[in-house]
């Protein structure tokens, strides 16, 4: 599975941002699409989950409520809605896929640099 995330950028405090993740290479039914982040100095952590068939969704106890991930089956693509976004979002944020099966995600996207002001 090849991904490519898009959709960073600068964003105050407050304000929404999408990214999104372009899949392809696999047929996808049978995987789970993340969202994870990296902050400066941090270690990566996971934010989103979904799943592919069910539409299932997990959220970090950090973003719920905020962030929305959602999936289009047609396109092939997934996304992150972000909304009330706050300095401490600020990260690179990457896209990544796993086997239904597999506790790992195997799969990553480069990632996309989100910076949120105060």
């Known amino acids: 599975v090849q991904l490519q995330a898009s959709g960073g950028g600068l964003v105050q405090a407050g304000g929404s941002l999408g990214l999104s993740c372009a899949a392809s290479?696999?047929?996808?039914?049978?995987?789970?699409m993340g969202w994870f982040r990296q902050a400066p100095g941090k270690e990566r952590e996971f934010v989103a989950r979904?799943?592919?068939?069910?539409?299932?969704?997990y959220y970090a106890d950090s973003v719920k409520g905020r962030f929305t991930i959602s999936r289009d089956n047609a396109k092939n693509m997934v996304y992150l809605q972000m909304n009330s976004l706050k300095p401490e979002d600020t990260a690179v944020y990457y896209c990544a896929a796993r086997v239904q099966a597999d506790a790992r995600y195997n799969y990553w996207g480069q990632g996309t640099l989100v910076t949120v002001s105060s």
């Open positions: 979904i799943w592919w068939r069910s539409d299932s969704t």
């Open positions: 290479g696999r047929t996808l039914n049978n995987y789970v």
